[in-house]
Antibody, heavy 119, light 112 residues
Framework: EVELVESGGGLIQPGGSLRLSCAASGFTVSNNYMSWVRQAPGKGLEWVSVIHSGGNTYYADSVKGRFTISRDISRNTLFLQMNSLRAEDTAIYYC?????????????WGQGTLVTVSS | QSVLTQPPSVSGAAGQRVTISCTGSSSNIGAGYDVHWYQQLPGTAPKFLISGNNNRPSGVPDRFSGSKSGTSASLAITGLQADDEADYYCQSYDSRLSGSGVFGGGTKLTVL
């Protein structure tokens, strides 16, 4: 059974760093396109980043240069390193598996982890 | 401002049919990219509902269907039920935005 479990969220001051993890089971992370999607309080979904099975990575303009997506094959885990955090990064962060490459759909989602950026 | 535009809210009586629109442009829906739909119940993670080729995961009833024409897409829900009340999001791909999936702003469905 496919499962995604995020962790690593919390309260962090502006300018700080946080690393989110997404532990996967039931499939191999490195064989799939994987993405991070966030949702600010009371707002809609916002695509953040994607890592392709071949290792290419892409980012939303709002996080480019500050966030880094990566994966650990041995741990079958996806990561999001977030640096220089801003108040507007406050959101629930979801990891999701993509089926059908870049234009595909997000078939499994984690439960989300809340990141709050505040002094 | 979302790349894909959805109405903020729609409503319908139990048993009726509603549609939720998703309007894009020539660089996403109009370029031929599929549109996919998600349901988000209050306080939960989004759930994959239907893909662009009307592929539904097990457990999603055929009361839910998707369609696309030109630069727009629609999600239709027939036989509305109380537990259909949720937020619905469309998603596609935009060729102007490298690697990016794009989402609509979401539509709150209220079942009267």
């Amino acid at each position: 059974e496919v499962e995604l479990v995020e962790s690593g969220g919390g309260l962090i001051q502006p300018g700080g760093s946080l690393r989110l993890s997404c532990a996967a089971s039931g499939f191999t992370v490195s064989n799939n396109y994987m993405s991070w999607v966030r949702q600010a309080p009371g707002k809609g979904l916002e695509w953040v980043s994607v890592i392709h099975s071949g290792g290419n990575t892409y980012y939303a303009d709002s996080v480019k240069g500050r966030f880094t997506i990566s994966r650990d094959i041995s741990r079958n885990t996806l990561f999001l390193q977030m640096n220089s955090l801003r108040a507007e990064d406050t959101a629930i962060y979801y990891c999701a598996r993509i089926i059908g490459y870049s234009s595909g759909w997000y078939d499994y989602w984690g439960q989300g982890t809340l990141v709050t950026v505040s002094s | 401002q979302s790349v894909l535009t959805q109405p903020p809210s729609v409503s319908g009586a139990a048993g009726q049919r509603v549609t939720i629109s998703c309007t894009g442009s020539s660089s996403n829906i109009g370029a031929g990219y599929d549109v996919h739909w998600y349901q988000q119940l209050p306080g939960t993670a989004p759930k994959f509902l239907i893909s662009g080729n009307n592929n539904r995961p097990s457990g999603v009833p055929d009361r839910f269907s998707g369609s696309k024409s030109g630069t727009s897409a629609s999600l239709a829900i027939t036989g509305l039920q109380a537990d259909d009340e949720a937020d619905y999001y469309c998603q596609s791909y935009d060729s102007r935005l490298s690697g990016s999936g794009v989402f609509g702003g979401g539509t709150k469905l209220t079942v009267l």
